[in-house]
């Protein structure tokens, strides 16, 4: 199958190395601590933030830095197969746990000792990139939740398909069997936060694909920052400051 024209354009319109749209609300959850929803082209996902708060199981509580707990699932209409999955099956137990290692890199966990923060992360329509859309959203809960950062930790993939790096993969092409990474970094840091790849690459097109992949990544912080204000100007006018 032909994922890139002889004009240089994939199957849903996009260049190589263009993303799809991406949209973001903050505040979604009321109920939460923090709350966001984001979006990448028609990968929706919702994530809530609570915390930092007393830790539930004494067992686990730590006296020098706070435990970050997350949980992944996706709604059972979030794809076009209809059936029920079921809870803490391998894959989302594997998610959750990238996830929580991902925003731990970012987290200043030694400002709330003997603490727990919980993350919420439920994909609510799935069309390629959830792993990255979660850590997405999972940073702007964090920011809205006021949980202290060492910088904003953003998410993107890009792969190789038809001699071609591909930035942002759809579920088409996510699912064509060909390589692609997911790259997770602190842009303002210059850090590597994650990096999975399900197959193997020469050493020369790797670093061009990691390298779409980071650029991707600063793309989605810089429209992060851009929603942080614009939510910030509109607590502030709220309150009349």
Known sequence: MEYVSPEGLRLDGRRPMEMRQIRAEIGAVVKADGS??????????????YGPREVQ??????NDH???RCEYTMANFSTGDRFR??????RSTEISLVIRQTMEACILTHLMPRSQIDIFV????????TRSACINAATLALADAGIPMRDLVTSCSAGYLNSTALLDLNYVEDSAGGPDV?????????????I????????????NVMQLAAEGC????????EVLLEHTKKLEYRRGV
């Open 122 to 129: 439920q994909v609510l329509q799935a069309d390629g990139g």
């Open 66 to 68: 706070a435990l970050v």
């Open 218 to 225: 600063k793309a989605i912080a810089n429209y992060i920052r």
């Open 57 to 62: 199981n004494r067992s686990q509580q730590v």
């Open 196 to 207: 999975q790849m399900d197959a193997k690459l020469p050493l020369d097109i790797i670093e």
């Open 85 to 90: 999955r079921p809870k803490g099956d391998r």
């Open 182 to 194: 997911t790259v997770g970094i602190l842009p303002k840091l210059d850090k590597v936060t994650l």
């Open 36 to 49: 966001a929803l984001f979006e990448m082209g028609n990968t929706k996902v919702i994530a809530a933030v």
